[in-house]
C-alpha cells in the first residue's frame, strides 16, 4: 500500500492555530484567509478521524489528541520557518516576532537594560517579553525561549548554562545587632524569616557547609511574597532575615546597607539557563537573540568574575 505524504501544511497551520487561540488570528499572522485555515483543520481531522480542537461559538480549545500533538506540530512549523530563513539571502533583513519568557525580577532588573542595542541592531524584529515567575510550557504556549533561575531536572527542552547565581542568607546589619549573627542554621528558629514562595525551598531552608554537610531548618514566618523584590524593603526596614538571589541584592551588599549571614553555610546556588523547546531549528530572529542574550548575560554585574 502507497503511503500519503504528510499534510506538512496542515500541520503548520494548525500549530499556528493552537498558539494564537484563534481561527482568524492565525490567518491573519500567516497572510492566509479564513476559510484557508478552517479547510486546512478540517482536512487534517478528517484524514486522522479525530477532532484536533473543540469550538464552541465563544472559545476554542485543544482536545486531549490535539495537545499530544501539538509538540511535534509546533517543530514542523518551526523548521519549515528555520528552513526558509536559512535558504533566504544571508544579506535579508531578519524580520518577525520572538516571544520569549523570562523571570518577573530578573527580567525587570536586567533584560530592559541590555535589550536596547539588539533592538537598534535589529530593527524589524518585535519582541514579546512575557515576564512572569510561572514555569510556562513553552510548547504549548508559544514561546521561541525562556530564561529559567533554577535546577534544572531532565526534561526533553534544550537548556544553555549562562551564568550561576547563587542564594544568600541576608539581613540588614542593624537586624544582626539586635537579633544576633547566627553562625549555624538551626540558631535560625530564633530569627523572623520573610519568604519568597516561587521558590522551591519556600519555608524549608536548605544549607550546606563544606566541612559539616547538609543541615534543614524551617524558621518562623513573619511574612510570605509571591515577589522577591518586595522582600528589599522588608530587609532593609530590619524587618528579619531571607533567602535572596544574589542579583537582587548585591548593590545593598556593595553600599552595606545589608550582609550575608552565615557566609560559611550556603544554600545550593542556582544557574541562569536559556531554555529552548527540542527542536534544533529556529527561525533566524530566534537565532540572534539566543546568541546575543547568551552573550550579555554571562558575565552579569552582581559576578563579574
Known amino acids: 500500500m502507497t503511503r500519503r505524504l504528510p499534510d506538512l501544511e496542515a500541520w503548520a497551520i494548525f500549530a499556528k492555530v493552537a498558539e494564537i487561540g484563534s481561527f482568524s488570528g492565525a490567518a491573519n499572522e500567516l497572510g492566509l484567509s479564513n476559510p484557508t485555515v478552517s479547510k486546512a483543520i478540517g482536512r487534517l481531522e478528517k484524514r486522522l478521524g479525530f477532532a484536533l480542537l473543540a469550538r464552541t461559538s465563544r ?38 516576532l520572538v516571544r520569549v519568557s523570562a523571570p518577573l525580577s530578573f527580567g525587570t532588573a536586567y533584560l530592559g537594560a541590555v535589550l536596547p542595542e539588539f533592538l537598534d541592531a535589529y530593527p524589524d524584529i518585535t519582541l514579546d517579553l512575557a515576564l512572569s515567575d510561572r514555569r510556562v510550557d513553552l510548547v504549548a504556549e508559544g514561546f521561541d525561549f525562556a530564561l529559567r533561575i533554577a535546577s534544572l531536572e531532565d526534561s526533553s527542552l534544550l537548556a544553555r548554562r549562562l551564568c550561576t547565581v547563587r542564594i544568600l542568607l541576608v539581613g540588614a546589619p542593624g537586624y544582626f545587632d539586635a537579633r544576633g549573627r547566627p553562625t549555624h542554621p538551626a540558631e535560625l528558629l530564633r530569627h ?5 514562595t516561587g521558590s522551591t525551598q519556600r519555608g524549608t531552608w536548605r544549607f550546606t557547609h563544606s566541612l559539616f554537610g547538609e543541615e534543614v531548618v524551617e524558621p518562623p514566618v513573619r511574612l510570605w511574597s509571591d515577589n522577591a523584590d518586595m522582600l528589599n524593603p522588608l530587609l532593609l526596614a530590619r524587618q528579619g532575615v531571607a533567602l535572596q538571589p544574589e542579583f537582587l541584592v548585591w548593590r545593598e551588599l556593595d553600599r552595606g546597607a545589608l550582609e550575608i549571614g552565615m557566609p560559611e553555610w550556603m544554600p545550593k546556588p542556582l544557574g541562569l539557563h536559556l531554555v529552548m523547546p527540542p527542536n534544533p531549528l529556529r527561525p533566524q530572529r530566534v537565532q540572534l537573540l539566543i546568541d546575543y542574550l547568551s552573550n550579555a548575560l554571562a558575565h552579569p554585574p552582581w559576578s563579574p568574575a
Open 59 to 96: 472559545r476554542l480549545s485543544l482536545t486531549e489528541a490535539g495537545r499530544a500533538s501539538l509538540d511535534r506540530a509546533s517543530r514542523i512549523l518551526a523548521e519549515g520557518e528555520a528552513v526558509e530563513d536559512e535558504a533566504a539571502d544571508q544579506s535579508k533583513v531578519p524580520r518577525g
Open 192 to 196: 523572623d524569616a520573610l519568604v519568597y
